[in-house]
């Protein structure tokens, strides 16, 4: 079966625009995350979905950033007036939450890069 | 505060030796342990994970790590590197408690000589 699959694969745009990134998940799984890379640098958690309800929002870094999930389906990410410290590639996960078995399959990540 | 240290941020080895990659937790129970692998330009890729038993886990690649509870660590480890193996490594953990919260290392990145 397919893996997760991200677009747009690179993203670039100009400070102050709105951009939307898309996820969707392995069929099939119920929770769904995101995550900041700035480069060369960890993996900086976002927000994470169970279902199409947010229980973890608090990595969002700002009012900018928001992200909606459709039932146990596609999740898009959207970052409004763009900054150039937004810059960083964003990777999306999805697994399958049952207890101990939390394996996360990430995505090949959208790299955005804002001028 | 609960965290995860890889202490190394770079290591560079040769082709052919033995490799350890250190994790270490700050929680106050046993949680789920992972390890990542990322290679350039891709994403992350599971290598290995540690749930419960023996505390010593095969993954894919020939890697392997141990758990230990007294040391809070569960460090990676290879006895050849190959070159195809220079990667980024994340180690993560998963609260038994709430097991969709997923933390994750800092990541060590690692460089393979010939």
């Known amino acids: 079966g397919a893996g997760v699959s991200q677009s747009p694969s690179n993203k670039v745009t100009e400070k102050g625009k709105d951009v939307e990134l898309r996820c969707d998940p392995i069929s099939g799984h119920t929770a769904l995350y995101w995550y900041r890379q700035r480069l060369g640098q960890g993996l900086e958690f976002l927000i994470y979905f169970q279902g199409n309800s947010a229980p973890d929002k608090s990595g969002l870094p700002s009012d900018r950033f928001s992200a909606e999930r459709t039932g146990e389906s596609v999740s898009t990410l959207t970052i409004q007036r763009t900054q150039q410290e937004d810059s960083a590639v964003y990777l999306c996960?999805?697994?399958?939450?049952?207890?101990?078995?939390?394996?996360?399959?990430f995505g090949p990540g959208t790299r955005l890069t804002v001028l | 505060a609960q965290s995860v240290t890889q202490p190394d941020i770079h290591i560079t080895v040769s082709e052919g030796a033995s490799l350890e990659l250190r994790c270490n937790y700050s929680?106050?129970?046993?949680?789920?342990l992972f390890w990542y692998v990322q290679s350039p330009g891709q994403g992350l890729q599971l290598l290995l994970k540690y749930f419960s038993g023996d505390t010593l886990v095969q993954g894919i690649k020939g890697f392997e790590a141990e758990f230990k509870r007294s040391q809070s660590s569960f460090n990676l480890r290879k006895p050849s590197v190959h070159w195809s193996d220079a990667a980024e490594y994340f180690c993560?953990?998963?609260?038994?408690?709430?097991?969709?919260?997923?933390?994750f290392g800092p990541g060590t990145s690692l460089s393979v000589i010939p």
């Open positions: 996960a999805s697994s399958l939450i049952r207890t101990g078995h939390n394996e996360q399959f």
């Open positions: 929680y106050g129970a046993t949680p789920y």
């Open positions: 993560a953990v998963a609260l038994k408690t709430s097991y969709d919260k997923v933390i």
